[in-house]
């Protein structure tokens, strides 16, 4: 049986499928009856969400065409 | 003006090889680029493109090149980044592997009126909000943080990218979200976002 710091230290690693066969079934066994790891888990996946849905800017037009034009420079070279 | 060594190897007979993949690659690039090194990510992009389009020659693999091409652009950041980020103290990495998010929204209550508590304290953050404290994070904990959880890519190719075990790769993964929490909440209060959501 592992304690809420044991399970709270690995919820992560749980939610990103890297614990092994043995930490999963601890983790599993703990939120069955601890309902503060069980919010804990649930804002862990939000906050996996709130960081995947901040992407970057896409490429500009403007910077891809300077980018482009670096490549041909290259391959003119070549 | 570019300059570059002349590529050697059997890719660089295939010409217009290295452009064809670059320019199929440039969006992603630019993205993650943008990820790591914000403003700077054009000038990180050109120049994974110059040491790239040098070496491309050594790359035996042709279905490995847009890795190889990504760990080299995130080689590059890394150098970049070094500079810039706010360095912990030791205390504060201490601090941060008990560092609890959630527990200190549930404790400190911010939003008392509020039935989703912890949901309305990720809401107050706004997109530069997010970008200024994942760049104020030092460039070992931001790398992995970026790469697998804002552009998914899996912690083995971050493991690729950054030349480093897997086990290693883990660890800075797991402080980087600690820190990554732990700077959010500071945020929150140095900037006022927890007072301005209460108001709403």
Same mark, same amino acid.
């Given at each position: ?78 | 003006?570019?300059? +570059? ?16 993949? +670059? ?87 911010? @939003? ?8 309305? @304290? ?79």
């Amino acid at each position: 049986m592992i304690t809420c710091a044991e399970a709270v230290r690995q919820l992560w690693d749980y939610l990103d499928g890297i614990v092994d066969e043995t930490q999963r079934e601890a983790i599993e066994e703990h939120l069955g009856f601890c309902r503060r790891c069980c919010g804990e888990v649930e804002f862990a996946e939000e906050l996996r969400r709130f960081l995947a849905t901040h992407p970057e800017a896409d490429l500009p037009d403007d910077a891809r065409a300077r980018l482009v034009a670096t490549l041909e420079q290259l391959e003119k070279q070549s | 003006m570019v300059r +570059a060594d002349e590529p050697d190897g059997h890719a660089a007979r295939q010409r217009g090889g290295f452009q064809a993949l +670059a320019e199929g690659e440039l969006p992603r690039l630019y993205r993650v680029a943008r990820g790591l090194v914000g403003d700077e990510a054009e000038d990180a992009v050109q120049d994974a493109l110059l040491k790239g389009y040098r070496s491309y020659g050594q790359l035996e693999d042709p279905a490995a090149a847009p890795a190889w091409l990504t760990a080299i652009l995130v080689n590059g950041c890394r150098d970049r980044m070094r500079a810039q980020a706010r360095q912990p103290k030791l205390v504060e990495l201490d601090e941060v592997e008990e560092f609890s998010l959630f527990r200190r929204i549930a404790d400190e209550d911010p @939003f008392p009126y509020s039935d989703s508590l912890h949901l309305d @304290f990720l809401q107050q953050f706004g997109a530069e909000d997010v970008r200024a404290v994942l760049a104020g994070l030092p460039e070992r904990y931001r790398v992995p943080l970026v790469l697998v959880y804002c552009e998914g890519y899996h912690v083995k190719e971050v493991a690729f990218f950054l030349d480093v075990p897997l086990g290693t790769m883990l660890a800075r993964l797991h402080r980087g979200r600690k820190l990554f929490e732990r700077r959010l909440w500071d945020y929150a209060q140095e900037y006022g976002l927890l007072q301005e959501g209460a108001k709403r």
